[in-house]
């Protein structure tokens, strides 16, 4: 039967969102090369940006922005958002600033809490609330904590790792959730293993560790040190950290482990600087290590743990310099034909078992894009960051083919829905030009994406200001997109069959000429159905469940694979009113019940 909707679904390659760009951010006080847009984290309607290279002397918050006084001594800014419009809510300095202290070369927001990081910071103080003065320790690094009362931001911590040495660069990386806080110092050398270990001698070089520190009320204390079951010297244990609730991730780029998958050999160091990511969680105030992630196609060099993150059971782990030419999701992983094109791989727990649920790469891999240097996750939407992606495209799903713009850099929005992934939008600046390197830092929250550029040239300040001035070399943005609202609603009324009520999901908005795609699970392999879509429905009981989607505008007859699953994709019509309901179903054969047919739920979508 000839559908109504012209369109045909067809397999699922990709859905393109309703996204658009929100807002254009420039610190208040531009110069060159500030790298503004090196470290960016978004928590709801408030997004923080890191410039570590910012020069002002000023300390503490609100401070004068204008003296040039201490170069590279860095600075973070706090925007917030009223309704869709944006404005800068504080300037934060360190309340030590020194020169070449690289404040603000990560941040980490959580509701009212901030962390910003700077790994070069020089004081010999250890733990909580030391003596800040005491430069006796070059580029041990520190973390600065800031809380919000209100609209006003004060520092509440200045935290220091328990066994600050020289070079440990602790602040590399900074994690936060809630009363708990990760910090990552990358180039820490104990030989320690797991938890809580020796952490005062330096047997091994750069191995790296990471620091959990816990807040009673507005006191913070160090809970635990963090190292590798396996530390090695210079795997950079800490280059990235991540938490969620308790549990921790942190990741080892050039950790050497040649192992695949969850919880392999970690003994066998035949994969030079191929990576690992750790996992740790919290039962009450102790930690243990849960499990040790590799690459599904771990390969020397591929830099596997350069960027995690995590959401309740979910984490992503970047793989920056891995070289695979596939495309999208779930590719040829053996195919090594683009060198650093880059990856990211997500990990879903169950229980205490954490497995593989997928391999992402990007829609137009390239080599040396660096696909996964930055990684971002909040509940079903995943930001991937590569900063050497070269397309001269701006703004939200342009032309990916002209690579006429080297390291301008691009960002990647991904969406779940059920156990499957599929690739929502493509970013561009709107003012992409070569080497602004958009991408090097991503964000997302509840359907905001912030990406970072931090060599963009752009000379304006603040929020939506020209983005054609090019006065300002390196000077850094930040980029704010809105992914817009999911228009899918579960209806419910499936029936069960031999696997249970077969689950249809929907993702993708329905705006003219874009992609949206319906999925199914839990029908019988290789099951006859139909998919009935309806514009004005009269929901029925039927087959021991309700038939939402009738009486029947379109028809379509699809087979399940073998696995007992379907998906496929529609370019949606033009023309279609704003407003409009539509109605998807599924009907399934299925010999295991009376009637040999079960139901789907149903889904509602609405046109924007």
């Known amino acids: 039967m000839r559908p109504l909707v012209p369109a045909v679904l067809v397999l699922l390659s990709g859905v ?29 309607d408030t997004v923080v940006v890191g410039a570590p290279f910012e020069a002002s002397s000023a300390t503490g918050v609100g401070g004068d922005p204008s003296d040039n006084g201490a170069g590279g001594a860095g600075a973070a800014y706090v925007f917030v958002r009223g309704g869709a419009t944006w404005g800068q809510q504080a300037y934060l300095k360190a309340s030590n600033t020194d020169e070449g202290d690289e404040f603000g070369w990560s941040v980490a927001l ?31 690094g520190a973390a600065y904590v800031f809380v919000r009362t209100g609209a006003t931001w004060t520092q509440q911590a200045y935290l220091k790792a328990s066994n600050a040495a020289a070079s440990d ?19 820490e050398d104990s030989s320690a293993s797991g938890v809580n270990g020796d952490e005062n001698n330096d047997d091994e070089l750069g191995s790296g560790a990471a620091y ?41 780029s050039v950790e050497d482990s040649s192992a695949t998958g969850v919880d392999g050999d970690q003994g066998d160091d035949s994969a030079v600087n191929s990576g690992a990511a750790y996992v740790f969680r919290r039962t009450g105030t102790s930690w243990a290590q849960e499990a040790y ?48 094109a880059g990856a990211a791989y997500v990990f879903e727990r169950s229980g205490t078992i954490w497995s593989q649920q997928a391999y992402l790469k990007a829609s137009n891999t390239d080599a040396v894009d660096r696909f996964g240097v930055a990684v971002s996750i909040s509940g079903d939407e995943i930001a991937v960051g590569a900063l050497g992606e070269a397309s001269a495209a701006t703004g939200v799903d342009g032309v990916q083919g002209d690579d006429s713009a080297t390291q301008a850099g691009a960002a990647y ?45 752009g000379g304006a300040t603040g929020v939506d200001g020209n983005p054609a001035d090019e006065s300002a070399t390196d000077a850094g943005a930040a980029y704010v997109f809105d992914l817009g609202p999911d228009p899918w609603l579960d209806l419910g009324g499936g029936s069960p069959g031999l696997a249970g009520v077969p689950l249809a999901t929907g993702s993708g908005s329905l705006v003219g000429g874009t992609t949206a795609s319906v999925s199914l699970t839990d029908a019988p392999p290789g099951a006859a159905m139909v998919a009935w879509i309806s514009f004005a429905p009269t929901p029925f009981a039927a087959l021991g469940g309700t038939v939402h989607a009738f009486p029947f505008s379109s028809q379509l007859f699809l087979f399940a694979d073998a696995g007992g699953a379907f998906s496929g994709a529609t370019t949606w019509p033009t023309g279609v009113p704003s407003g409009t309901e539509v109605f998807f179903q599924f009907i399934v054969q299925d010999l295991s019940v009376p009637d040999g047919l079960t139901l789907s739920n149903g889904l509602k979508a609405t046109t924007p």
């Open 293 to 340: 992630l590799k690459a599904s196609n771990t390969e020397a060099l591929d830099g596997f743990g350069i960027a995690v993150a995590i959401s309740g059971d979910t984490i992503v782990v970047g793989a920056h310099v891995e070289s695979s030419s596939a495309t999208g999701v779930d590719g040829d992983q053996a195919d090594n034909g683009a060198s650093a």
């Open 212 to 252: 959990v520190f816990v807040r009673s009320g507005t006191t913070w204390s160090q809970q635990a040190y963090l190292k590798a079951s396996n530390p090695g010297a210079n795997d950079l244990f800490g280059v990235s950290v991540a938490i969620a609730g308790d549990t921790v991730v942190v990741g080892a």
């Open 413 to 457: 929005s991904f969406v779940r829905s059920g156990a499957s992934w599929v690739q929502r939008a493509y970013l561009k600046a709107s003012n992409t030009d070569p080497l602004d390197q958009f991408g090097s830092a991503v964000s997302v929250s509840a359907g905001t994406v912030v990406v970072g550029a931090h060599w963009e040239n």
């Open 169 to 187: 660069n602790f602040g590399f990386a900074v994690a936060v959730s809630g009363d708990t806080v990760v910090v990552g110092a990358l180039t």
């Open 16 to 44: 393109l969102a309703a996204v658009t760009q929100q807002a254009y951010l420039k610190a208040s006080n531009t110069e060159e090369q500030d790298d503004f847009g090196r470290a960016v984290s978004v928590s709801g």
């Open 110 to 140: 959580s509701g009212d809490t901030l962390v910003v990081g700077a790994p070069m910071e020089d004081s010999g103080a250890v733990g909580v609330d030391g003596d800040q003065a005491d430069d006796g320790a070059l580029n041990s």
